[in-house]
């Protein structure tokens, strides 16, 4: 089973050697590495070709793209994606690395359980020495899926995740150019959808590194609104053509809750968000938007989402 790991790369010269040492010691053999320079504007294309060169044995596995001007990560994932030609894919950020033995973990999981995706456990560090594991969820796919709909409860990266390339091909999902916001949610929530089994590795395989914090709105610029909103557009339109039984639309609409609150937080009028998100609310949704469409409610809003995804959270017996 061959699997294609995919690396933008764009200005991290500062990690992109550990990055690629982490990947080309794989325990796991049967690899197509996939970098596609987006125009970086440092020396990160000469470091990752210094790292080539020390092993030699991977450039016949090794995939180069260049973009010819620079396109964002959406776009860059995009390329990978479109160049991969493996049965699973593996997304890795470039100053993100990767446990020694990540992908066979993955694999073993897949062929243990034949599941479409494979979610692999992240350690997040914020500092040298600090960092701390993320705890995967538990519960059924169903319920996993409503969970990464209404924000905040379950990781929606798309990193470190194994995936059967065919759930990309064969229902037209992608990361698409100009979301670079969002940019994971775009994309995760739709694959679960679209997935026949998921399954878990409970070992952290996946090396997350924070360098900045801060919420959305923090000098955010209206390029970021655009795509956050249009990331949002993607899941909703999804689940509005694909979603005929209705089962995910009241996690969608709570998720659509936060949506507005952080949208507005940066000045966007409930209009504007409804109309870049192509969403209509509907029932108590639309009563929540109608009392809260001026920019002085906020904190309404922000009450309304927390405390009808904490009920919601507690109907379907999720305890984080």
Known sequence: MKVSILVPVYGVEKYIEKC?????????????YVFVDDCTPDNSMQLLEAVIAKYPDKRAQTKLVRHDKNSGLGAARKTALNAATGDFVLNVDSDDFLSPDAVERLVAKQKETDADIVTGCIRIYRGDDQYET?????????????????HHTVPH???????????????GISPEEGVNQAEDYAVTPRLFFCAKTVDTVSEPVYHYQIFSAGSFSDQISPRHVESFLKANQLVVSFFQAHDTK???????????LNTYYDAMKVGLTVDEISRKCHYKPSGL???????????????????SYLTIKWLYKRW????Y
Do not use: W
């Open 316 to 319: 379907l017996r999720v305890p």
């Open 134 to 150: 993320l705890q995967l969820p538990t519960e059924n796919q169903e319920t996993v899926l409503k969970m990464l709909l209404i």
């Open 246 to 256: 209705q089962t995910f639309r009241f996690a969608m609409e709570t998720g659509m």
């Open 157 to 171: 990266n798309l990193c470190g995740r194994l995936v059967r390339r065919t759930l990309f091909t064969e229902n």
């Open 285 to 303: 949704f639309s009563l929540l938007h109608l009392l809260t469409a001026h920019p002085s409610t906020l904190r309404l809003l922000r009450f």
């Open 20 to 32: 690629a040492v982490s990947l080309f010691e794989q325990t796991y053999q049967d690899v197509e």
